[in-house]
């Protein structure tokens, strides 16, 4: 069996505690907060984006601007919520006027990514945007040649599909994005339907119980 949900998610909350005290890149000097990830920490579905911007920053949850909204709208009209997913970003620090993750950025988070992917156990991830997918396939194509592509790759030790995305912020500044996108996500359930479910111990919500870890469920969101 694998390793029980409360015990995956304690480590998670270890991990969160840890990268809020990052100080191993320059953009530890110029954040708010970290933007470390929220919503279910065992879900089957990571979505897995850029970096954090202005209002990601200010309230230390990916995804709640405007690209955050069209998210959960693609969600729900595929029957997802935000609460049934995990979502987090390549950076988990704001670079300055939102400008593009430098690789140096890129490879000091690579480690707190890696952890996520192991601890959660996704079956599918999202990569959305350039960044996530190169990232997390270890190639160089960019969104618009891998779009809508289903890929198995090893990632922290762990199996899993990667489901290349156009960024929801891409997707409002051009309708056709917008409509590449909404097509790519409609083929979601059914590849999460498709992927073999992961061996797990039946043990989720018993982290709950830790006083200890209260404020960090808060912040994260983490579901029981």
Request: net charge negative.
């Amino acid at each position: 069996m694998g390793r029980p949900a409360s015990e995956r998610r304690q480590e998670l909350i270890a991990l969160y505690r840890e990268a809020r005290g990052c100080t191993l890149c320059p953009l530890a000097e110029g954040r708010t907060q970290v933007v470390f990830g929220a919503g279910n920490a065992d879900a089957d579905l990571m979505l897995v984006g850029e970096a954090p911007g202005f209002h990601e920053d200010q309230q230390g949850v990916p995804f709640v601007g405007r690209a955050g909204k069209l998210l959960d709208e693609l969600l729900a009209a595929n029957g997802l919520g935000r609460e049934e997913v995990f979502t987090a970003n390549v950076l988990k620090c704001r670079p300055a006027g939102n400008r593009d993750p430098q690789p140096s950025e890129i490879e000091t988070c690579r480690p707190y990514l890696h952890s996520q992917v192991a601890l959660i156990e996704p079956r599918v991830i999202c990569t959305l945007g350039n960044f996530a997918t190169k990232l997390l396939t270890g190639s160089q194509r960019g969104i618009t040649q891998v779009h809508g592509q289903p890929q198995r790759h090893e990632i922290g030790s762990r199996s899993v599909v990667l489901y290349p995305l156009f960024h929801p912020a891409a997707a409002l500044r051009t309708p056709k994005v917008s409509d590449q996108l909404a097509e790519d996500f409609g083929r979601l359930p059914a590849l999460l339907a498709a992927s073999p479910p992961a061996e797990r111990a039946p043990a989720r919500g018993a982290a709950a119980a830790d006083p200890q870890a209260g404020p960090e469920v808060e912040q994260l969101g983490l579901l029981d």
